[in-house]
């Protein structure tokens, strides 16, 4: 009996302990923790060592362009599905990529703590520019190889959700550990430490599991190309025409970007541009510009392909070089959007929906999570670090390990759809904070959760404040591993850094354009208003999420597949 078949028997515990001893579960926990570490290294804890050696904020404010890299870091993933690094190439699509990043990674942590702050911002600044565009490249790659490696044993949903589990393990590290060290260590120690352990993690990933062996890559991909000139294909005019119109646009949004960073690199404070203001304004505009009409086009390619309009009748050879740009980059970034829009139909609406609206509180909201914690129920920096910081993400990891459970026992989408509507009703929760936290402190109350932190050296009032916090994590925690194993699912293995990167920057760009309306909304109405607001915003996602089981159940159903792959679905 193979090793897919013999779990697939088994009791759902048994198959979560299968999954979890499994090596391609081992690597996805290590990688999710080397995608985080940077993260949290570049874009927080380095304005703590900035903070230390009295940096004024006006040039501190250089460092705001880091995030671009990654809300945008999908611009570049057509590259990383097609090109491949000499040498390097030898250990596969995805693993060449991967080794490439984090020895870039450990290579620049370790020649900033070398560095002064003060004497030498502008090497510090390019560097961790540098670096945060090697961690997001490193996230699309991981992304990319968390769908291809996915099979019976070490499923998507398991893989998904080790991958959080690594992740959030080193925000920890890189947060909270590395404030802690720098106390005793100094700031270059730990920038030291951290670099030297990224190259440790580098070696380890030489021995990570591949998807597929390049070579049958390459292969596959020549038989895509050939595929274009044959008889029922579109004819290469067409083709030409809709990847020009497409190229066009994301060379306007590799451009606006470009510009914005070499702007904000400028050495006078007070000529560079706002991210924040940025990614609100262009950050729509780019989205709409690099997936919103390119898959408009991609519907209508493949309405003229099913209808037999302007194909080829005939095979068409290659005859020019410029053909074989033309074939190439079509492959990197047309088809893509052509495949998905093709394997969804008018199901794509419905998914993108699904997808613009799935996290859009949480984005939303969490830029005035300080504000409302420290501002409107003055609580104090320490006690907010300790339910937020610490107890916050203990219950975050919670929340992840349980989703991964319930994904064995009910299905993706029965989590999925748990996951919106926890997500959406701890809204609540802080509206009632927001109201005087009567029914929170009462809740802390019964349960014995006050007791035992007032014998920990906290009371009542922090005791209400992290009992909102415990829910509203333990909740994001079990949407977050359903979300990222729900995109895993709809990404195709052939175009798995495109597609998935594509759909991740929607999740994560939409919450701005919602932010300027609701800090007015704070202004004028107050929290308690914006909290029902958003628990409304976050049913909408409860909805989508319901009609999209339904529509999964019924695929199924066409498809003949049995009650236990239906489960699944």
């Not at 088994?10 to 926990?29: D, E, I, Q």
Request: with cysteine; hydrophobic share 55%.
């Amino acid at each position: 009996m193979s090793e897919a078949a013999e779990i697939s028997g088994k009791p759902g515990w048994r198959k979560v302990l299968a999954s979890l001893g499994n090596r391609k579960t081992g690597f996805m926990a290590l990688f999710g923790f080397s995608s985080a570490l940077p993260y949290a290294l570049l874009l927080g804890t380095l304005y703590a060592w900035l903070s230390d050696a009295k940096v004024d904020l006006e040039t501190m404010g250089v460092f705001s362009l880091i995030g671009l890299a990654y809300s945008f870091k999908f611009l570049w993933s057509p590259l990383l599905d097609r090109v491949n690094l000499p040498v390097l190439r030898r250990l596969g699509r995805r693993k060449q990529w991967i080794l490439t990043a984090q020895v870039l990674l450990g290579t620049i942590l370790v020649v900033l703590s070398t560095l002064d702050p003060v004497g030498a911002i502008g090497w510090f600044s390019l560097l961790a520019g540098i670096g945060a565009f090697a961690s997001a490249t490193q996230d699309v790659v991981v992304d990319a190889w968390r769908v291809d490696v996915a099979d019976e044993v070490a499923t998507i949903d398991m893989l998904s959700t080790v991958y959080q589990l690594g992740y959030r393990s080193a925000v920890l590290v890189g947060g909270a550990l590395a404030l802690f060290l720098a106390e005793g260590l100094g700031w270059p120690a730990v920038y030291a430490l951290m670099g030297c352990l990224m190259l440790v993690i580098a070696v380890a990933s030489l021995f990570a599991p591949e998807g597929r062996p390049t070579s049958a890559v390459i292969a596959a991909d020549a038989a895509t190309l050939s595929e274009l000139r044959q008889p029922g294909e579109l004819e290469p005019r067409l083709r030409a025409f809709a990847l020009l119109f497409v190229g066009l646009l994301w060379a306007w949004a590799l451009i606006t970007v470009g510009i914005f960073m070499v702007r904000s690199l400028g050495s006078d404070p007070g000529s560079r541009p706002d991210s924040v203001a940025f990614v609100a304004q262009q950050g729509p505009l780019i989205v709409i510009a690099t997936v919103v009409v390119p898959a408009i086009i991609a519907a209508w390619l493949v309405r003229q392909k099913r209808h037999g309009r302007y194909v080829l009748t005939q095979p068409v050879p290659m005859t020019r070089r410029r053909d074989a740009l033309l074939d190439h980059g079509y492959r990197a970034l047309i088809l893509p959007l052509t495949d998905i829009v093709g394997r969804l139909g008018w199901a794509t609406i419905l998914v993108l929906g699904l997808v613009l609206t799935y996290r859009i509180t949480d984005t939303i909201w969490g830029t005035f999570a300080y504000p409302f914690y420290l501002g409107e129920l003055a609580y104090s920096k320490e006690e907010v670090a300790i339910a937020s910081k610490f107890f916050g993400v203990g219950a975050l990891m919670l929340g992840i390990a349980l989703g991964g459970i319930l994904f064995t026992y009910i299905g993706r989408m029965a989590v999925m759809t748990l996951g919106a509507l926890t997500a959406a009703l701890t809204n609540l929760l802080y509206a009632d904070l927001a109201a005087g936290g009567a029914v929170m402190a009462a809740c802390a109350r019964v349960t014995g959760f006050t007791f035992l932190v007032e014998h920990l050296g906290g009371d009542e009032r922090l005791a209400k404040l992290m009992f909102a916090i415990a829910g509203e994590n333990i909740a994001g925690g079990i949407a977050g591993a359903a979300l990222v194993a729900y995109l895993s699912s709809i990404t195709s293995k052939k175009y798995s850094a495109v597609q998935y990167a594509l759909l991740s920057s929607l999740t994560f760009l939409v919450g701005t354009l919602g932010r300027g309306a609701l800090g007015k909304m704070i202004e004028t109405q107050g929290y308690y208003a914006v909290f029902i607001l958003t628990t409304g915003i976050g049913l909408i996602a409860v909805v989508l999420c319901v009609m999209e089981w339904v529509r999964i159940k019924r695929l199924g159903r066409r498809a003949g597949l049995d009650s236990v792959a239906l489960a699944t679905a």
